[in-house]
């Protein structure tokens, strides 16, 4: 069972939370009540109202981890696939170079960039229009459904990364049922 360090357990698309030598299950009743308090109380709105594909950036490029040519081809790639059916956003991490987000919406003119703050899987709960997500390893991939009550399709470019991935990270990816292209 794959442990994160803060005290996060995955396995087989369940939640645990390990905090004071406690176990505790997240059950898809608890997100759902939690996510139902937020619409009621008008701090989860809809954004979007077409079909869209979303991709989590993480700042693998300014990390040397991954060359910016192949996450720019990945993305041309992903809208080329997707492009005429959905609308295709870029959700900028913090720590993303400000002149990468710049070339690659230069390089894809009907990529929007998506800068919220809000967590993707609050996200996931608050879109009925949202179809796929993609990522490299990130923890976003993992609980589309359990927040949004529908299936997301959910892909990871852990293929373009310089250095080799997490073993325990992939296998939590793949018991989510994450396709990996």
Not at 42 to 56: A, E, M, N, V
Not at 129 to 141: K, T
Not at 145 to 155: C, E, L, S, V
Not at 164 to 173: E, F, G, P, Q, S
């Amino acid at each position: 069972m794959p442990r994160l360090p803060w005290g996060i357990t995955f396995t087989n698309r369940n939640c645990y939370c390990a905090i004071l030598q406690k176990v505790v299950e997240i059950s898809n009743a608890m997100i759902q009540k939690a996510v139902n308090i937020l619409k009621h109380e008008g701090l989860l709105k809809q954004q979007f109202d077409t079909k869209t594909i979303l991709y989590l950036s993480q700042p693998l490029v300014e990390k040397g981890e991954v060359e910016e040519k192949a996450e720019l081809s990945s993305l041309i790639n992903v809208v080329e696939t997707f492009g005429k059916e959905a609308q295709f956003l870029y959700k900028p991490h913090s720590r993303d170079s400000k002149e990468k987000i710049k070339k690659y919406k230069k390089a894809i003119p009907n990529m929007e960039i998506f800068d919220s703050k809000v967590p993707v899987e609050l996200l996931y709960a608050a879109e009925p229009h949202l179809d796929a997500v993609i990522s490299y390893i990130s923890s976003g991939l993992i609980f589309g459904d359990k927040f949004a009550g529908k299936q997301i399709k959910m892909f990871s470019l852990t293929g373009i990364s310089c250095k080799a991935a997490d073993a325990n990270a992939l296998k939590t990816l793949q018991n989510a049922g994450v396709v990996f292209i």
